[in-house]
């Protein structure tokens, strides 16, 4: 009977480990040449995002839908994979690799991530307001600041 048991809540647990892998989570190497030429690896937890080894608190504000992960990411190359949107606060006098920042001297307000297997891809926005995340309002956005990939 233990055995049964043990089985079952195995099979129950293990969809939910599988969940939380995909999650942004964790340490993250730069794949992209943006990434490893600005940010470097970053790390995020639960409440904080670490770039170049400087810490700033993170709040997770809402799950994007498919269409808003499509419109900034190419999400369809990667189906399976899910998008959050947080909110932050990056200094724009912040320095990061080689002397650069995230978003030139605005303050970065706002990350989405979309997390398909072991791939993390991230943009940064400035500005108080939320950013709209459709083709329109990305194509003539002045607040996006830049894309980066990062791999586990």
Known sequence: MNRLAFG????????FSLLSAAQEK???????????????DITISEAKISINFVSFPLAQIRRLQPA????????ESQPGGTGNLFRLNVPGAQRFLRHNTLCGSDDTEWMATYVAGRNLHVA??????MPLFTPDALGNSTSLCGTFSYVK
Request: proline share 3%; net charge negative.
């Open 26 to 40: 964790g340490n993250w190497r730069a794949d992209s040449s943006t990434a490893a030429s600005i940010t470097g």
């Open 124 to 129: 940064f926005f400035s500005g108080a307001d």
């Open 68 to 75: 808003e992960t499509s419109a900034i990411f190419d999400a």
């Open 8 to 15: 079952a809540a195995a099979f129950l647990i293990l969809p």
